[in-house]
């Protein structure tokens, strides 16, 4: 059974930096496609960036140059270093991973309804 944990979510000042994990099990990490998302009461889910099997990265346009994915196969963690935060970064931050696929869609791929999600972790940037 695919379980995630993710953690690192907090308040900070703009400009701050923060990282979040996202610990993985029941699945093979190593060969998956796995990402991030965000979300706050009334908008859309967002994709904020993505890592498959292969290292192919993808990162919204909002957060290209300050946020960085990464992976560390021997922890079965999933990360996003986040710098030079911003206000408009808070939300709700949701790791996905889709174990069916080890190549990862666009961020608007239908692929990603049916990925497994976390329980999400708060990410507040004040001005």
């Known amino acids: 059974q695919v379980h995630l944990v993710e953690s690192g979510g907090g308040s900070v000042q703009a400009g701050g930096s923060l990282r979040l994990s996202c610990a993985g099990s029941g699945y093979d990490f190593r060969r998956t496609c796995m990402g991030w998302f965000r979300k706050s009461p009334g908008k859309e889910r967002e994709g904020v960036a993505s890592?498959?099997?292969?290292?192919?990265?993808r990162y919204a346009d909002s957060v290209k140059g300050r946020f960085t994915i990464s992976k560390d196969i021997a922890k079965s963690t999933l990360y996003l270093q986040m710098n030079s935060l911003k206000p408009e970064d808070s939300d709700l931050y949701y790791c996905?991973?889709?174990?069916?696929?080890?190549?990862?869609?666009?961020?608007?791929?239908?692929?990603?309804?049916?990925?497994?999600w976390g329980q999400g972790t708060q990410v507040t940037v004040s001005a």
């Open positions: 890592v498959d099997y292969y290292g192919s990265l």
């Open positions: 996905a991973v889709d174990p069916r696929y080890s190549t990862c869609g666009t961020f608007g791929d239908s692929r990603w309804i049916s990925a497994y």
